[in-house]
C-alpha cells in the first residue's frame, strides 16, 4: 500500500485515538488489529470494537500466560464481542521447556533468540500469511521502549506493512484514566517470556 507517512502523520497529529481507528479503516486495504491480553490491552480492544467490531483482531498466544490472564481475555473477547483469532507456537510450552531447559534469560542471546521466534514470531507470520493486511491497527506507545521512540501514529513494518497507532502519545495516566472512564477489566498477573525485562521489545515490532 502506497502512503506518505510525513502527510498521514501531519494530518493526525491531533486526532483522538478513534479517529486515527476510523481513518485506518478509511484507507481501504485490509486491516488487521493485535492484541497481546496484557495489562491494560483492553483499551484497544475497546476502542477498535466501538468502530467496528468485524476487524479481525490477532492474539499470539505464546503459551506462557497466566491464568488471570486467560479470564480477563475470555471477558473481553465476550464483552466486546471481538472477532479473535489465536495464533499459538508449534510445540507446547512444556515440551519446549523440556527440550529448551526453560525459558532463556536475555544474555543467552541464540537461545532467547529461537524462543521468540518460536512462541511469537513464527505464529505471527502464519497469522500474517493468512490474513494478508495492508494495515496493522497496534497498541504501542511512544514512552514504552527506546525502539517506540523512533516511530510515529503511522509507520511502515519492516515487512511493509502500515503500522497504526491510535494510542501512540498517550501516557500511563491517559491509559489508566480511560480504563477507568469504561469500567474495563485488566489482568493483575501478566507474563511476557519474550520481554523478561519492562522497556523491552517483544520482536513483533523489531522483526525484519
Request: glycine content about 4%.
Amino acid at each position: 500500500m502506497e502512503l506518505d507517512l510525513d502527510s498521514a502523520n501531519a494530518a493526525l497529529r491531533d486526532a483522538s485515538p478513534a479517529e486515527i481507528v476510523r481513518w485506518a479503516l478509511d484507507q481501504g486495504g485490509r486491516t488487521i488489529a493485535t492484541t497481546s491480553m496484557g495489562r491494560n490491552a483492553a483499551v484497544m480492544l475497546h476502542l477498535v470494537s466501538r468502530v467496528d467490531p468485524s476487524v479481525p483482531t490477532i492474539w499470539v498466544d505464546t503459551g506462557y500466560n497466566l491464568r488471570d490472564t486467560y479470564i480477563v481475555a475470555e471477558r473481553l473477547i465476550r464483552d466486546l464481542d471481538l472477532n479473535i483469532h489465536v495464533y499459538s507456537p508449534q510445540m507446547t510450552s512444556e515440551r519446549r521447556n523440556a527440550i529448551m531447559g526453560g525459558i532463556p534469560t536475555v544474555d543467552e542471546t541464540e537461545r532467547h533468540a529461537e524462543f521468540t521466534r518460536q512462541v511469537k514470531l513464527e505464529p505471527f507470520d502464519r497469522a500474517l500469511a493468512e490474513f494478508q493486511p495492508d494495515i496493522w491497527l497496534t497498541g504501542i506507545r511512544r514512552e514504552e521502549t527506546e525502539h517506540r521512540k523512533t516511530l510515529d501514529i503511522v509507520s511502515r513494518d519492516a515487512r511493509g506493512v502500515i503500522k497504526v497507532a491510535p494510542i501512540f502519545h498517550w501516557s500511563d495516566t491517559d491509559v489508566a484514566e480511560y480504563m477507568a472512564r469504561f469500567d474495563l477489566p485488566t489482568c493483575k498477573h501478566y507474563f511476557d517470556p519474550t520481554k523478561v525485562l519492562d522497556g523491552r521489545e517483544c520482536g513483533l515490532h523489531t522483526a525484519a
